[in-house]
């Protein structure tokens, strides 16, 4: 069985949780802080990303909302749609025989009379670039847990364990906290597979448990 120590504070990890970060080990904690530094410029260039996209959607949205009001509405191009048609159907003297036929002529019609509207409208009011959704390559999508279903998982009283082998210590905020405000995380979530195995298991205190995202966890109470 592979030994592994955490590359950053060289805790032994037989038994606790593994996480692979750009091809090193770490210790979950140390691999929370590990990763917050990596991503962080990341971060500051997403939001930034972000701004300039949100900017760039109001301007089209606002391009767009003037587009639908300038070119006829729905109802207009039904009103021409009949109009046509009823016409067709007087003055074939035969409403029932050219009532199809008049709705057909007045459908092309309204289509040319809309398009030609509309290429018109966009002639004198070019269509702002639609902005692509920014990039965002953090670190935190390509972590691993290594091991994390190996072994054999505890059975009952596994919470008790996990919190005594943690010595009682959030492993985020690194604050030490009484049993009962204290919660044991299932880094892969049980929902997809996550058993209680000690490699799939750290001791949380409830703030950070809420807060806690990666492989997709969502805590029941957020």
């Known amino acids: 069985m592979a030994q592994y120590e955490c ?33 962080h410029a990341t971060e500051i260039k997403h939001a930034k990303e972000v701004k300039v996209h949100d900017i760039q959607y109001e301007r089209w949205k606002n391009w767009d909302e003037k587009r639908k ?12 749609t009949l109009g046509v048609a009823i016409g067709c159907a007087v003055l074939m003297a035969n409403p029932i025989f050219f009532l199809l036929p008049g709705l057909v002529v007045g459908f092309i019609v309204n289509q040319l009379y809309f398009n ?56 985020i905020c690194g604050e030490v906290f009484p049993a009962d405000q204290l919660e044991v995380h299932h880094i892969k979530p049980q929902a997809k597979g996550g058993r209680h195995y000690p490699a799939n298991l750290v001791t949380l205190c409830w703030c950070c448990h809420r807060e806690e995202t990666w492989f997709g966890h969502k805590h029941k109470m957020r």
């Open 7 to 39: 590359s950053e504070c060289n805790k032994n990890l037989h038994g606790h949780p593994k996480i692979n970060v750009e091809g090193n080990i770490y210790c979950y904690s140390c691999a929370k802080e590990v990763v917050a530094a990596l991503d």
């Open 69 to 80: 009001l300038a070119v006829p509405s729905t109802n207009t191009q039904m009103y021409i």
């Open 116 to 171: 030609s509207q509309k290429k018109e409208w966009i002639r004198s009011h070019p269509e702002p670039v639609f902005p692509t959704s920014p990039s965002n390559r953090f670190v935190r999508d390509r972590i691993e847990l290594v091991g994390g279903v190996g072994g054999t998982p505890l059975s009952s009283g596994y919470q008790k364990k996990i919190l005594e082998q943690d010595g009682y210590k959030c492993q």
